[in-house]
T-cell receptor, first 114, second 112 residues
Framework: NAGVMQNPRHLVRRRGQEARLRCSPM?????VYWYRQLPEEGLKFMVY????????ESGMPKERFSAEFPKEGPSILRIQQVVRGDSAAYFC????????????FGPGTRLLVL | AQSVTQLGSHVSVSEGALVLLRCNYS??????LFWYVQYPNQGLQLLLK??????LVKGINGFEAEFKKSETSFHLTKPSAHMSDAAEYFC??????????FGTGTSLTVIP
């Protein structure tokens, strides 16, 4: 009865490198959400995906950030050419359905950009 | 547009005392409201949620919250604080389910 899995838990990158964050939703969940948490701040919505589709990416920066949720495998949040301002905790959540369904959160990936 | 305001970024209470964490929301449509708790270096765990049923919602670990439309509030309470309640608490609102709008969090300290 595994919950939402995220890996890696900690990721260190140098400026200009790429960061790939993975999220495996709870079993049976087909809705995935990504959030970013900056120090001393709440979570900010980034993107909402269903299998093979991006439903809402209104919270995603226009450049360098992309997300996918393929038919098979985990959801991936990809950050290209990372900068120090990308250092944050990135949380993935999944839900069984949509509209008021509870979102279950993973433990997060803490990205540090040197 | 929707938003959540959590008054008081840090709250300290004595063990056994009442816990009151404040949350006010802004929403142009009927909201769905949530309280989550976050322990250090962990993800968020759902405490309770309001989805237009009973206005007084009971959650886990003895927490409860009351939805007050007239005050646009959804404050979280617990009659008697335990040391294990020390954590960060987040209030969140949604209407479409696409996005959850989170407050900036309230850090609860419990003094022995």
């Amino acid at each position: 009865n595994a919950g939402v899995m995220q890996n890696p838990r900690h990721l260190v990158r140098r400026r200009g490198q790429e960061a790939r964050l993975r999220c495996s939703p709870m079993k049976g969940h087909s809705h995935v959400y990504w959030y970013r948490q900056l120090p001393e701040e709440g979570l900010k919505f980034m993107v909402y995906l269903q299998k093979e589709n991006i439903i809402d990416e209104s919270g995603m920066p226009k450049e360098r950030f992309s997300a996918e949720f393929p038919k098979e495998g985990p959801s991936i949040l990809r950050i290209q050419q990372v900068v120090r301002g990308d250092s944050a905790a990135y949380f993935c959540a999944s839900s069984l359905g949509h509209l008021q369904e509870t979102q279950y959160f993973g433990p997060g990936t803490r990205l540090l950009v040197l | 547009a929707q938003s959540v305001t959590q008054l008081g970024s840090h709250v300290s209470v004595s063990e056994g005392a009442l816990v009151l964490l404040r949350c006010n929301y802004s929403s142009s449509v009927p909201p769905y409201l949530f309280w989550y708790v976050q322990y250090p270096n962990q993800g968020l765990q759902l405490l309770l949620k309001y989805t237009s049923a009973a206005t007084l919602v009971k959650g886990i670990n003895g927490f409860e919250a009351e939805f007050k439309k007239s005050e646009t509030s959804f404050h979280l309470t617990k009659p008697s604080a335990h040391m294990s309640d020390a954590a960060e608490y987040f209030c969140a609102v949604t209407s479409t389910g696409n996005q959850f709008y989170f407050g900036t969090g309230t850090s609860l300290t419990v003094i022995p």
